[in-house]
T-cell receptor, first 113, second 115 residues
Framework: TQLLEQSPQFLSIQEGENLTVYCNSSSVFSSLQWYRQEPGEGPVLLVTVVTGGEVKKLKRLTFQFGDARKDSSLHITAAQPGDTGLYLCAGAVSGGSNYKLTFGKGTLLTVNP | DAGVIQSPRHEVTEMGQEVTLRCKPISGHNSLFWYRQTMMRGLELLIYFNNNVPIDDSGMPEDRFSAKMPNASFSTLKIQPSEPRDSAVYFC?????????????FGPGTRLTVL
């Protein structure tokens, strides 16, 4: 069973601060996705990283996939209250034409105005 | 497109009752996933279908849980009999092609409470 550990579990910061959340595993993944989930809604995809060492930027969010494809980080610059939510990482394991995602438990981020 | 549709949004039932959750995936998507989310265990994959065929049901907790996908536009997750420990938010998600990191589109979820 592939397990994804996310840290920290909870994070409360002030508007304008920077933050980094982590997603770690002992397993190698074909790709890794980051989702954000708001209360009462389903997760929404933010980014997919595929290549070891890959860095992707989405406005103030920077995502990095570890060289060995076992870990990932999400860095947010100048956080805003709209960034509040549950951030989930999910590792994809592909076998032939089938694949499934294994999700971490998430980091619950609160950005206070 | 309306996105993934789930019903009901909330369900409160008593222990021992049968519960049926429904999902309509995004038109054209060929993969459908059922997840369960709790504070303790996070988001867990229960079962997924490709082209209406169940591929992996290893996440289904026990025989009380069953899922069907009679056609490309409809799926059900049934719990019979329900127990208090089944209380959770159940999500359905669909994807357009089973490939490396294809985006899964999630529905709004069904919050199930078993008393």
């Amino acid at each position: 069973t592939q397990l994804l550990e996310q840290s920290p579990q909870f994070l409360s910061i002030q508007e304008g601060e920077n933050l980094t959340v982590y997603c770690n595993s002992s397993s190698v993944f074909s790709s890794l996705q980051w989702y954000r989930q708001e209360p009462g809604e389903g997760p929404v995809l933010l980014v997919t990283v595929v290549t070891g060492g890959e860095v992707k930027k989405l406005k103030r969010l920077t995502f990095q996939f570890g060289d060995a494809r076992k870990d990932s980080s999400l860095h947010i610059t100048a956080a805003q209250p709209g960034d509040t939510g549950l951030y989930l990482c999910a590792g994809a394991v592909s076998g032939g034409s089938n694949y499934k995602l294994t999700f971490g438990k998430g980091t619950l981020l609160t950005v206070n105005p | 497109d309306a996105g993934v549709i789930q019903s009901p949004r909330h369900e409160v039932t008593e222990m021992g009752q049968e519960v049926t959750l429904r999902c309509k995936p995004i038109s054209g998507h060929n993969s459908l996933f059922w997840y369960r989310q709790t504070m303790m265990r996070g988001l867990e994959l229960l079962i997924y279908f490709n082209n209406n065929v169940p591929i992996d049901d290893s996440g289904m907790p026990e025989d009380r849980f069953s899922a069907k996908m009679p056609n490309a536009s409809f799926s059900t997750l049934k719990i019979q009999p329900s127990e208090p420990r089944d209380s959770a938010v159940y999500f359905c998600a669909s994807s357009s092609y089973v490939d490396w990191g294809n985006e899964q589109f999630f529905g709004p979820g069904t919050r199930l409470t078993v008393l």
